[in-house]
């Protein structure tokens, strides 16, 4: 069972024993028992299902509960804190600081994903400041150091190898030299993989990590492995002092629950986690938001963060003046897209909304999206500045309409379609017309002016649905703090159909 649909049948489970009139021993059983089926077909370790069946029983004892309580709640915050238990092995990893030179040297077996994994840790941390630099050891496998090479260039990354040298170890301490004068701040080094555990493959790791005496040792495991995950993770922790792990391949059919299982059991928490073939499927992996986006619960602080950063600072009283008035026109839709984009694929940005679970938006959609999205930008880029900053729809004449389609290369067909979108979401925004503004124009602020009322209004019906209505809508902006609710909800616009 693949993860999103893990995710889908512990909700389901859950939704279902909401639905029944009194929540008794026999119905939390049957919730328990589904909850149960489906962690173990994901290849989840038996051990691990029974425990945790165990310790929701302790938790939730339905005799002692005074009357009144809420037992879904209860049931469900035990659901949520037993799968965050398993996932947490109670100590952080080490984490590389900007300016302050670290190792870090990958482990895993050959085809496991590490040497792409590799640059993606590397360009994530490229976008955070630092000056990653890429090592490639991996003398074992004729085409590493070219692919190496490739990802690199690609991401501008230096690097270094060598299509000569056949010892490993002269290559990691040659490379960590080169990069030490060359004052990069993470150093990663890829080493060899081997189609099985085998000794020479761990003497060789020890060596090498001897030589360049790494900060951390990360160890990559192929998402899709199932239960062979647990004893592969057990040999790697006993042979390297690894200290991280990064799970690749949880997309398509992971059967994600087997790998995340065994790294439990390895007590090395999980850092990242590998979501596709691209240099940006890649996240980073915190337990709870990931165990309230597998229950479809959302990652609202996350979303919040992630839009903070690639939302400029000097951008948003702007935003925000514009909102106020009511006015949404295209070039403002044309900017939050661009925005959009910015953030990464879109299937992560929609799993961080409540409500969405990730099964909600499988692999195929997303893509799709993000090709819509890019539809629609190249549309608007054939608008004359003057349609763009309209809020007049009687504008969009049908010769307007044609000179589009045919400026852009598309139908008239998309045009329409784009245009039918972008009034959506004006009509959307024209119900948080009025709005408060905070006096120092900032968006963190907004939320604090922002009502019940207005919200409930703006937000599409089936997306106040899946929010838990009004309640659900109060909780959610409890949870959201301090951060901010109108950039969410132009978010949410776009993916509420
Ligand atoms: N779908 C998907 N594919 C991935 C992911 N990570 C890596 N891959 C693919 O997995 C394959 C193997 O990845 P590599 O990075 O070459 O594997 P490796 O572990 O470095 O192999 P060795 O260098 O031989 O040890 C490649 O085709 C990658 O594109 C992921 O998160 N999702």
Redesign the pocket.
């Known amino acids: 069972m693949v993860l999103a649909q893990l995710g889908g049948s512990i909700s389901r489970a859950l939704a279902q024993m909401s639905n029944a009139t009194v929540i008794d021993e026999k119905v939390l059983g049957e919730c328990l028992n589904e909850i149960s089926r489906a962690l173990l077909q994901s290849d989840v370790q038996f051990k691990m299902v029974r425990d945790m069946q165990t310790n929701i029983r302790k938790i939730v004892n339905l005799e002692t509960l005074a009357a009144g309580t809420n037992k879904r709640r209860i049931i469900q915050q035990a659901v949520f804190t037993e799968l965050c238990n398993m996932l947490d092995p109670g100590k952080p990893a080490f984490t590389p600081k900007k300016g302050k030179p670290s190792v870090v040297m990958f482990v895993?077996?050959?085809?496991?994903?590490?040497?792409?994994?590799?640059t993606k840790y590397a360009y994530y941390h490229q976008r955070k400041g630092f000056k990653p630099s890429l090592v490639c050891a991996?003398t074992?496998?004729a085409g590493?150091f070219d692919?190496l090479k490739q990802n690199a260039t690609k991401a501008k990354i230096p690097f270094y190898g060598s299509y000569m040298e056949s010892d490993p170890v002269k290559i990691a301490v040659e490379g960590l030299e080169r990069f030490r004068k060359e004052n990069s701040d993470l150093i990663i080094i890829?080493t060899?993989?081997r189609h099985k555990q085998e000794a020479a493959l761990f003497e060789e790791m020890r060596q090498v990590a001897e030589a360049t005496k790494p900060d951390l040792v990360i160890f990559?495991m192929d998402?899709s492995i199932g239960q062979a995950a647990f004893d592969q993770a057990q040999a790697f922790k006993q042979s390297a002092s690894v200290g991280a792990v990064i799970v690749?391949?949880?997309?398509?059919h992971a059967k994600g629950g087997g790998a995340l299982s065994a790294v439990a059991a390895t007590k090395s928490p999980v850092i990242f986690?590998?979501?596709?073939?691209h240099i940006d499927?890649?996240e980073i992996f915190d337990v709870k938001p990931f165990v309230s986006r597998l229950l479809g619960m959302g990652d609202l602080s996350g979303l919040m963060d992630k839009i903070q950063d690639v939302m400029p600072a000097d951008q948003q009283p702007e935003l925000l003046a514009k909102l106020a008035e009511g006015t949404f026109t295209l070039r403002l839709l044309y900017e939050q897209f661009q925005n959009l984009l910015k953030m990464g694929p879109i299937g992560q940005v929609f799993s961080m909304l409540p409500g969405f679970s990730s099964e909600l938006m499988p692999k195929g959609h997303e893509k799709e999206g993000q090709a819509k999205i890019k539809r629609y930008m190249t549309i608007m880029d054939s608008m004359t500045a003057a349609e763009l900053d309209s809020t007049n729809p009687k504008l969009m004449t049908e010769s307007r309409i044609i000179r589009i389609a045919r400026g852009s290369g598309r139908q008239i067909r998309d045009v329409m379609d784009m245009l039918e979108e972008y009034k959506r979401l004006a009509k959307m925004w024209s119900k948080m017309k009025g709005l408060k503004m905070p006096k120092n124009g900032k968006m963190s602020d907004l939320s604090q002016n922002l009502n019940i009322q207005q919200m409930t209004k703006a937000l599409p019906p089936q997306v106040l649905k899946q929010m838990g209505g009004m309640g659900g809508l109060q909780a959610l902006m409890k949870q959201m703090g301090g951060k901010d609710m109108s950039k969410m909800l132009g978010g949410m616009g776009l993916g509420g159909d």
Do not use: H, P
Request: hydrophobic letters at 20%.
């Open positions: 895993g077996l050959q085809g496991s994903g590490k040497t792409t994994t590799c991996d074992f496998r590493a692919q890829d060899s993989g990559v998402g690749t391949k949880l997309d398509g986690i590998g979501t596709g073939e499927e890649f």
